[in-house]
């Protein structure tokens, strides 16, 4: 297990941290904005086009070059994309060496720093080559945050609202502090954000290796990870969770409580509108989703606040739920 240190002034142990790196990884925008975490760090191109197989062994190239051994560890100094490519290059280099982790995206704060994932893109899937390989400490320092682009705040919060669904104090929180998220207030953001950590950090204990109960963390994600490979990736991941959420709640809304749809629904239409692709494009790629068995797509839903159940459908049941859904969402 990774040790997990959480704050809004942790910037000196993070230098102490990365001190004790034998190598940096971070990219271009990171590189930029913050010189002093990355003076002599090996610079990828910012985005998800270079989480490919090059670019990782072009890492473990430099580290070669830069002669770590195995009791060297590095460092991951940026979002989602450069924390899986380092993690995975540490994995790889000479059979697994330590690895730090400083994610500076809300999204990589809130989730993906936490589980050890690491993984690169190949033949057009999405983290089809990785290992479970955790980074010995993740330095999250919420001020990172000051220099987010609008779209990476919504990205975090779409992990960060799906997260709210696994714990009632998170929930109260996320929707009592919603126009402060929304304004991209720090203190909202920041206490939403520790809170999520904390129950992240307490499933991947439970399963580390993604067995049973982490299945709980694919709430909105069949359907995201669909829009999100038939709109060809426009948008940001976290959005299309957002969206996912709706359409999933909407298609299941008999399993939730009423008040709590109601309530979920409205919490989301203020972080996002409804996704417009139709049933048959979204079941088309949510066939394959990894979750599936006997031919029915998975879906995980919030019966209640912290208690997910998992709902099977076949895929023609799918189709009619989510375009059902659909047209009833249009009227609301
Ligand atoms: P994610 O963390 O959302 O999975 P990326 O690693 O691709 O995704 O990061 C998203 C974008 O945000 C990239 O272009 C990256 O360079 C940029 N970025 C990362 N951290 C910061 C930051 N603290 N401030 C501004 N831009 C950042
Ligand atoms: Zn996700």
């Avoid at 069949?222 to 038939?230: D, I, M, N, R």
């Amino acid at each position: 297990m990774s040790r997990v240190y959480v704050g809004k002034n942790i910037e000196s142990k993070i230098k102490a941290a990365l001190d004790g790196c034998a190598f940096t990884v971070t990219d271009d925008n990171v590189a930029r904005i913050y010189p002093e975490f990355t003076r002599g760090a090996y610079v990828i191109e910012h985005g998800e086009k270079n989480k490919n197989k090059d670019v990782l062994f072009d890492i473990i190239g430099a580290m070669s070059d830069a002669g770590l051994t195995r009791g060297d560890r590095i460092a991951a100094v940026g979002g989602g994309v450069v924390g899986d490519m380092a993690g995975l290059a540490a994995a790889l280099y000479v059979r697994g060496i330590d690895w730090v982790c400083v994610p500076t995206t809300l999204l990589a704060m809130a989730d993906s720093c936490i589980g050890g994932k690491t993984a690169v893109d190949f033949r057009g899937v999405k983290n089809l080559a990785g290992a479970f390989h955790s980074p010995r400490e993740i330095y999250i320092s919420a001020r990172f945050v000051d220099t987010l682009a609008d779209r990476e705040f919504l990205c975090g919060f779409g992990e960060m609202i799906k997260t709210s669904m696994l714990d009632p104090h998170a929930y109260e929180l996320m929707r009592k502090s919603a126009d402060g998220l929304l304004a991209h207030d720090f203190e909202c953001v920041y206490a939403l954000l520790n809170r999520c950590v904390e129950i992240k950090k307490r499933i991947v204990k439970t399963d580390p290796k993604e067995k049973g109960l982490r299945k709980i963390l694919n709430v909105g994600h069949t359907v995201g990870h669909a829009l999100e490979s038939v709109d060809g990736f426009r948008l940001s991941h976290g959005e299309y969770v957002l969206k996912g959420m709706i359409a999933e709640f909407s298609m299941c809304k008999y399993h939730m409580p009423p008040s709590l749809y109601g309530e979920a629904i409205e919490t989301l239409r203020r972080f996002t509108v409804p996704p417009r692709t139709s049933g048959r494009a979204v079941c088309e790629t949510a066939v394959r989703d990894k979750k599936n068995t006997d031919g029915k797509i998975s879906l995980m839903v919030p019966v209640e606040i912290g208690r997910i159940e998992e709902v099977r459908l076949f895929p023609d049941e799918f189709i009619s739920r989510y375009d059902d859904a659909l047209k009833e969402l249009k009227e609301i």
